[in-house]
């Protein structure tokens, strides 16, 4: 069965030339960058490498890179970080009600150590009010932490517009930049961003290895005590061929900014006519004009977006949704709820996000699959009923 | 994750539709995740002759309201009542763990329609 991968918000394939990149630092050139011999300084070189790479692509400097582990660790670095560091400052973070769990998370375990937090809502479209976010500001407030891009619907925040006003109360920024770096323009002196997580495998590198950006003159306290790496503000050996690895994948996506992301555009835009034109009662998640250009979050009416992963599945189509049973909530995801959509509505999101390889046939493969599969879930849905007040009134709300 | 059984009663559920005029339905929610299933009954001399499902659900709602309606027709009302939710996953050799609590809801929509039934509520 043809294969069809449209989860790339979850994690992408290893780019041939990064793997290719990668492999010597698992044998010949093994070395501790950390060791003063031959074998070290084989290594020491490409992880500064790397570094100059990834700071190329987010317009950094070298020094201000730290590598991690993975977004998460980014996202605990930067928040805890902060807090430990300028706990003589304020205890005040704000952040949205849409972030990703490790950052929502985090500040749920800051807020157990007594630091307060503002959670901002965000509109039905999925929209900050900027006005609010700059009258939650207080004397106190240490830290503002909004993602650059949401990883459910797509939609990009106003980073520059925050930056600014971050930098005007003197507040420390951080933005976790996991789904935008690489696939969107990231450029840190623009937005006047302070702090920021990436992660390798979103964007064709390996899985286990990722950076925080750390604006020169804004001190954390590291997570991982140890040894001296990272000037000392995150211990443990280097993940050697991780880091090449994520030079390359950053060095790539750079140089095809220009071009994948509008192809991708297309492609999307594509999926998303095609699917509004084939399936009724469905909706488009997230303000239209402002996502990234590879996601896709939609709510089809009447049915659980769980079923109709599983029978896309079936079909060879990797898709994802933000509603799952397992969760333990209500069966809707943070985003959506909110979002304030509806319930009921909320339960069949399917998220489709789309990689640089996804092509033309891929889009059409789908469009053939989706409308059968939604319409045999809507027959055995009780709550189906074409055109039938519930699903207007869920849609329409 | 999901059994063959399960996968197979997902992708062709058995008796699923509504009934044009049943002796009783019933209608039952998990408070959990919102998964709902319908149960449209057929009753003669107490035993169920035939029975139909709607399930707005994960493939573990849906595969199981579909075994359940397999496994009760042609029992009697008694027998029926004995059914758990816990018998329709075993059946399907199994759900997983986290899917029991709120996926398996098949035995309580039966049981509410049964109900209903004895109420003499259509």
Known sequence: MRRIYLDNNATTAVRPEVLEGMLPFFTEAFGNPSSLHWAGRQASPAIEQARREVAALINAKEEEIVFTSCGSEGDNLALKGTVEALQSRGNHIITTAVEHPAVLDTCRFLEKKGVEVTYLPVDREGLLDLDRLERAITSRTILISVMWANNETGVLFPIREIGALARKHQVRFFTDAVQAAGRVPVDVEEAQVDLLSLSGHKIGAPKGVGILYIRKGNPLAPLIHGGHQERRRRAGTHNVAGIVGLGIACRKAAEELETVPTRVTVLRDRLQNGIVSLIPEIKVNGALGLRLPNTLNLCFAGIEGEALLLRLDMEGIAASSGSACTSGSLGMSHVLEAMQVNPLLGQSSVRFSLGRNTTSEDIDRVLEVLPPSVQKLRDMSPFWKAGSRCCAVCLSQ | ?122
């Open chain 2, 1 to 122: 994750m999901y059994s063959e059984k399960v996968l197979d009663h997902f992708s062709n559920p058995r008796n699923v539709g509504e009934m044009a005029d049943p002796d009783a339905t019933g209608e039952f929610g998990s408070s959990h995740c919102g998964d709902t299933i319908k149960v449209f009954l057929k009753v003669e001399d107490g035993v169920i002759q035939d029975i139909k499902f709607k399930t707005f659900g994960c493939a573990a709602a849906i595969a199981s309201s579909s075994m359940m309606t397999e496994m009760v027709r042609g029992m009697t009302i008694e027998e029926a009542l004995q059914l758990t939710n816990e018998m329709v996953a075993e059946a399907l050799d199994g759900l997983p763990p986290e899917k029991m609590h709120c996926s398996c809801l098949a035995a309580d929509g039966l049981h509410k329609a049964i109900s209903n039934y004895r109420d003499g509520i259509r």
